[in-house]
Protein backbone atom coordinates (compact mmCIF):
# COMPACT_ATOMS: atom_id res chain seq x y z
CA UNK A 1 0.00 0.00 0.00
CA UNK A 2 2.78 2.13 1.05
CA UNK A 3 4.50 1.79 -2.55
CA UNK A 4 0.94 2.60 -4.55
CA UNK A 5 0.74 5.85 -2.31
CA UNK A 6 4.21 6.78 -2.76
CA UNK A 7 3.80 6.47 -6.67
CA UNK A 8 1.07 8.50 -6.42
CA UNK A 9 3.23 11.44 -4.61
CA UNK A 10 5.46 11.09 -7.09
CA UNK A 11 3.63 11.32 -10.08
CA UNK A 12 2.15 14.19 -8.47
CA UNK A 13 5.30 16.19 -8.11
CA UNK A 14 6.38 15.32 -11.72
CA UNK A 15 3.14 16.77 -13.18
CA UNK A 16 3.81 19.94 -10.76
CA UNK A 17 7.63 20.14 -12.27
CA UNK A 18 6.48 19.44 -16.04
CA UNK A 19 3.51 22.41 -15.59
CA UNK A 20 6.22 24.78 -14.42
CA UNK A 21 8.90 24.18 -17.01
CA UNK A 22 5.78 24.60 -19.64
CA UNK A 23 4.75 27.66 -17.88
CA UNK A 24 8.76 28.78 -18.12
CA UNK A 25 8.64 28.22 -21.81
CA UNK A 26 5.41 29.85 -22.56
CA UNK A 27 6.82 32.56 -20.84
CA UNK A 28 9.77 33.29 -22.64
CA UNK A 29 7.71 32.38 -26.38
CA UNK A 30 5.56 35.46 -25.14
CA UNK A 31 8.77 38.03 -24.58
CA UNK A 32 10.40 36.93 -28.31
CA UNK A 33 6.84 35.83 -29.73
CA UNK A 34 6.53 38.55 -32.05
CA UNK A 35 10.13 38.59 -33.53
CA UNK A 36 9.16 34.77 -33.76
CA UNK A 37 5.94 35.23 -35.89
CA UNK A 38 7.61 37.40 -38.19
CA UNK A 39 10.70 34.47 -39.21
CA UNK A 40 7.99 31.71 -39.11
CA UNK A 41 6.31 34.18 -41.56
CA UNK A 42 9.02 35.06 -44.18
CA UNK A 43 10.45 31.28 -43.51
CA UNK A 44 7.04 29.97 -44.61
CA UNK A 45 6.00 32.64 -47.37
CA UNK A 46 9.79 31.82 -48.76
CA UNK A 47 8.68 27.94 -49.02
CA UNK A 48 5.41 28.27 -50.62
CA UNK A 49 7.13 31.34 -53.14
CA UNK A 50 9.52 28.30 -54.19
CA UNK A 51 7.48 26.05 -54.54
CA UNK A 52 4.95 28.29 -56.71
CA UNK A 53 7.88 29.74 -58.69
CA UNK A 54 9.22 26.57 -59.75
CA UNK A 55 5.92 24.84 -60.83
CA UNK A 56 5.44 28.61 -62.26
CA UNK A 57 9.00 29.23 -63.74
CA UNK A 58 8.83 25.13 -65.84
CA UNK A 59 5.76 25.99 -67.24
CA UNK A 60 7.12 29.23 -68.99
CA UNK A 61 10.45 27.51 -69.93
CA UNK A 62 8.73 25.27 -71.76
CA UNK A 63 5.72 27.39 -73.27
CA UNK A 64 8.22 30.16 -74.40
CA UNK A 65 10.40 27.44 -75.58
CA UNK A 66 13.69 28.68 -73.49
CA UNK A 67 16.59 27.10 -75.31
CA UNK A 68 18.96 24.47 -73.61
CA UNK A 69 20.63 25.43 -70.02
CA UNK A 70 19.09 28.85 -69.98
CA UNK A 71 16.17 26.63 -68.75
CA UNK A 72 17.20 26.29 -65.29
CA UNK A 73 18.26 29.97 -64.91
CA UNK A 74 14.92 30.61 -65.99
CA UNK A 75 13.56 28.34 -63.73
CA UNK A 76 15.70 29.29 -61.01
CA UNK A 77 15.73 33.17 -61.33
CA UNK A 78 11.76 32.45 -60.96
CA UNK A 79 11.94 30.29 -58.17
CA UNK A 80 14.06 32.89 -56.09
CA UNK A 81 11.87 35.68 -57.21
CA UNK A 82 9.16 34.65 -56.19
CA UNK A 83 10.10 32.91 -52.81
CA UNK A 84 11.33 36.71 -52.08
CA UNK A 85 8.37 38.13 -52.86
CA UNK A 86 5.88 35.96 -50.91
CA UNK A 87 8.35 35.62 -47.81
CA UNK A 88 8.36 39.69 -47.93
CA UNK A 89 4.54 39.82 -48.10
CA UNK A 90 3.93 37.17 -45.15
CA UNK A 91 7.04 38.78 -43.21
CA UNK A 92 5.20 42.22 -43.21
CA UNK A 93 1.77 40.42 -42.56
CA UNK A 94 3.21 38.90 -39.87
CA UNK A 95 4.55 42.28 -38.24
CA UNK A 96 1.42 43.91 -38.96
CA UNK A 97 -0.74 40.93 -37.20
CA UNK A 98 1.86 41.18 -34.48
CA UNK A 99 1.44 45.26 -33.71
CA UNK A 100 -2.89 44.61 -32.73
Given at each position: MMRKAKSIVQKKKEKNIKAEAR?????????????????AGAAIGGAVGGAVGAVYG???AIRFKVPGLMKIRYIGQTTMGSAAIFGLFLGAGSLIHCGK
Open positions: EATTAKMAKDSCLTRIVTYE
